[in-house]
């Protein structure tokens, strides 16, 4: 899309996904200003000398100042404070989102505030990140052939979420609308639990005091390849776990019973059927590989 789209939009919280956002729509060409505004003063700086944001703002209500787009690229357990220190500075009819991991607990808190203040607000999540944080770690090149799921409601803006998927189109994404219970249950179980795995596991390997040694010193690709995700911020995942409890706890529970499944076949030295529990798993990753290979 190369035309322009929007005059201004404004990015509160210029880390890893809203500064990669600044970058894909700046370069697409597609905003023709972006303000940014961040708590973390070395942060919002940063993200203004590396040109991630075309100017850093002196307050949350000066970066959204006449902008038309504002989205909200915070924590998630800090979305409904980013709203409300916004929503009373940003012109009547213009439309607010996030990218929140989250997506039910945020619609909840957000969208009677900006109904309020006659916003228009439509949730959003990039599926795809890194594990690292900040304006620094930012690139245009982070949603490229990757999902973006837009969610909405009885309550959703058509023009607004049209607007929303067109600047994540715009970024390189590929849009899929849902609606958010939908989504929190699909993210946990394919994002959350993960990460919730790879966390306990670096926790529980770190904790093992058989030997008089640091026996993380051993690990090699798998180890590495496994746990990269929990390398991600502390205060990013203790938020998504807190806000999509329900849903995660049922993925966790199901976890659980699989591996009391592996647990009592090694128990039992039942060859067959740990066979069988591999097969199956090797079977579905395969085939996930395949296909994206395919798509390439
Ligand atoms: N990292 C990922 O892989 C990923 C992927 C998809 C979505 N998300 C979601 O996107 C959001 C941002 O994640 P990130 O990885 O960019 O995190 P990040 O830590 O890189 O950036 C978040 C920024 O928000 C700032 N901030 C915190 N509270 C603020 C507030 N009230 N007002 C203004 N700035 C504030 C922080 O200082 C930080 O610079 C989160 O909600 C996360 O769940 C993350």
Same mark, same amino acid.
């Given at each position: 899309?190369?035309?322009?789209?929007?005059?201004?939009?404004?990015?509160?919280?210029?880390? /890893?996904?809203?500064?990669?956002?600044?970058?894909? /729509?700046?370069?697409?060409?597609?905003?023709?200003?972006?303000?940014?505004?961040?708590?973390?003063?070395?942060?919002?700086?940063?993200?203004?000398?590396?040109?991630?944001?075309? $100017?850093?703002?002196?307050?949350?209500?000066?970066?959204?100042?006449?902008?038309?787009?504002?989205?909200?690229?915070?924590?998630?357990?800090?979305?409904?404070?980013?709203?409300?220190?916004?929503?009373?500075?940003?012109?009547?009819?213009?439309?607010?989102?996030?990218?929140?991991?989250?997506?039910?607990?945020?619609?909840?808190?957000?969208?009677?505030?900006? &109904?309020?203040?006659?916003?228009?607000?439509?949730?959003? @999540?990039?599926?795809?990140? $890194?594990?690292?944080?900040?304006?620094?770690?930012?690139?245009?090149?982070?949603?490229?052939?990757?999902?973006? !799921?837009?969610?909405?409601?009885?309550? $959703?803006?058509?023009? =607004?979420?049209?607007?929303?998927?067109?600047?994540?189109? =715009?970024?390189?994404?590929?849009?899929?609308?849902?609606? $958010?219970?939908?989504?929190?249950?699909?993210?946990?179980?394919?994002?959350?639990?993960? @990460?919730? !795995?790879?966390?306990?596991?670096?926790?529980?390997?770190? =904790?093992?005091?058989?030997?008089?040694?640091?026996? /993380?010193?051993?690990?090699?690709?798998?180890?590495?390849?496994?746990?990269? !995700?929990?390398?991600?911020?502390?205060?990013?995942?203790?938020? !998504?776990? #807190?806000?999509?409890?329900?849903? /995660?706890?049922?993925?966790?529970?199901?976890?659980?019973?699989? #591996?009391?499944?592996?647990?009592?076949?090694?128990?039992?030295?039942?060859?067959?059927?740990?066979?069988?529990?591999?097969?199956?798993?090797?079977?579905? &990753?395969?085939?996930?590989?395949?296909?994206?290979?395919?798509?390439?």
């Amino acid at each position: 899309m190369a035309t322009e789209l929007i005059n201004k939009m404004a990015v509160i919280g210029v880390g /890893l996904i809203g500064g990669s956002l600044a970058l894909a /729509l700046k370069r697409a060409g597609v905003v023709r200003h972006i303000s940014g505004w961040d708590t973390d003063p070395e942060n919002l700086q940063l993200a203004e000398a590396l040109q991630v944001v075309d $100017t850093a703002a002196t307050s949350a209500a000066d970066a959204v100042c006449s902008a038309d787009v504002v989205v909200l690229a915070v924590p998630v357990g800090s979305m409904a404070a980013a709203a409300q220190a916004v929503l009373p500075y940003m012109r009547s009819g213009s439309v607010l989102s996030d990218t929140g991991s989250v997506k039910q607990c945020v619609v909840e808190q957000v969208e009677p505030l900006a &109904r309020q203040a006659g916003v228009h607000f439509v949730a959003a @999540h990039p599926i795809s990140g $890194t594990e690292h944080s900040g304006a620094a770690a930012a690139f245009a090149e982070l949603f490229s052939g990757k999902r973006c !799921i837009v969610t909405y409601g009885a309550a $959703t803006d058509t023009a =607004a979420l049209e607007l929303v998927s067109a600047l994540w189109r =715009a970024a390189g994404s590929e849009v899929v609308c849902m609606d $958010t219970l939908k989504h929190d249950r699909i993210l946990a179980a394919i994002s959350h639990l993960p @990460h919730m !795995i790879a966390y306990a596991l670096v926790n529980s390997v770190s =904790a093992y005091d058989q030997y008089d040694e640091n026996i /993380l010193d051993y690990s090699a690709g798998g180890f590495r390849d496994f746990t990269r !995700i929990a390398s991600s911020d502390p205060v990013m995942w203790r938020d !998504i776990a #807190l806000a999509n409890k329900g849903a /995660l706890l049922e993925m966790i529970e199901q976890f659980e019973g699989f #591996l009391a499944e592996l647990k009592q076949d090694i128990h039992r030295g039942d060859g067959g059927r740990l066979y069988e529990f591999f097969r199956r798993s090797k079977n579905s &990753r395969d085939a996930l590989l395949h296909k994206e290979a395919k798509e390439r």
